[in-house]
């Protein structure tokens, strides 16, 4: 504001309402809505989703609303990555899955997932030493070894509790931004069905998404938005935005192929780059019929765009593809 000329003249603008944000953008400046992206909203942990507790209850998260929305928040995540005291995230990494056990004091409670077409299993190969490495790095004391998931693939079994319900409810009631990424694939229906129930559909958001048929069936989880999810999402006037990376830039297969190419526009010969993302993007607009968003992750310390050329290249790959 200062170089700009004083208050309220800078390029960075927040905006609380859907004309602020149009005349924010129409003056060719950048529209911010303020977001709560974190593990335990509201300090609201999975033990206290028991009204007994007295700190999180239906009345309490009417307060903790009516206080983020004075402050000028506007789009929220239920969920996060650990289970809270509003519904089960999804199931796609074990060092996440060592955290709730030690943010939230429980493992999460894995089922087979729908279908046939999931690959990832939790706790597979998950062995003492691996456990107690990230247990430590984590810092924390715990002794006990989760059980592996005897089923072929691992989803969440917990979908949303009904205080979950309550904050939905009162999100809604204001026109909040609710986004449900992260959310387990029974969190995820039963928040779409709560869209569907009202007319004309309320448009939920998911913010940084990773497609589940651009994916080898070997590293599919639920992490990863199904095209019936996204159908979904659009015919409520949902929106979504395509995730700037590789699924396997944030794991040890980084630099090996998992993708599946889409589309002939751009050719598939460059993990990880700008091209398998365009081939994302083109999948990601093709399905929602109208205006896909950028969702970079990037406080998130998600893996980013790779390079096309040097060392590093397509996934270093001297040969490319």
């Known amino acids: 504001d200062a170089a700009a000329g004083g208050p309220g003249q800078g390029w960075f603008r927040i905006v609380t309402s859907p004309n602020q944000a149009r005349s924010v953008i129409e003056q060719g400046k950048l529209a911010v809505v303020l977001g709560i992206e974190m593990d335990n909203l509201f300090n609201c942990k999975f033990e206290e989703a028991d009204p007994a ?48 056990r030690g943010v939230e004091g429980r493992w999460w409670d894995a089922e087979d997932c729908p279908g046939t077409a999931y690959g990832f299993k939790l706790n597979d190969g998950f062995g003492t030493s691996l456990f107690n490495l990230i247990m430590s790095l984590f810092g924390f004391d715990i002794a006990e070894v989760p059980a592996p998931h005897s089923g072929d693939a691992s989803c969440n079994k917990r979908g949303l509790t009904p205080l979950g319900r309550v904050l939905i409810d009162q999100l809604m009631a204001r026109g909040m931004v609710i986004d449900i990424d992260h959310m387990s694939n029974r969190a995820i229906d039963e928040m779409l069905t709560i869209a569907e129930s009202v007319e004309p559909g309320y448009p939920v958001v998911a913010s940084h998404v990773q497609f589940f048929a651009l994916n080898q069936e070997s590293i599919r989880h639920e992490r990863m938005r199904t095209r019936a999810q996204l159908e979904r999402i659009r015919d409520v006037g949902g929106m979504i935005a395509a995730m700037l990376k590789d699924d396997v830039q944030d794991t040890d297969n980084i630099g090996r192929k998992f993708n599946v190419p ?5 050719a598939d010969d460059c993990r990880h780059s700008t091209k398998t993302w365009a081939q994302m993007y083109q999948y990601a607009v093709d399905v929602m019929g109208g205006p896909v968003a950028f969702g970079s992750d990037f406080n998130g310390v998600a893996g980013q765009v790779g390079p096309r050329p040097g060392s590093e290249g397509c996934g270093c790959d001297p040969g490319r593809g």
Request: aromatic share 16%; with cysteine.
């Open 53 to 100: 507790s007295g700190k999180c209850t239906a009345e309490s998260v009417r307060a903790f609303v009516d206080e983020y929305w004075a402050q000028g928040v506007r789009h929220i995540f239920p969920v996060h990555n650990f289970d809270n005291a509003f519904g089960s995230p999804a199931t796609w990494q074990d060092a996440i899955h060592a955290g709730n």
């Open 262 to 266: 889409y589309g002939t526009t751009v």
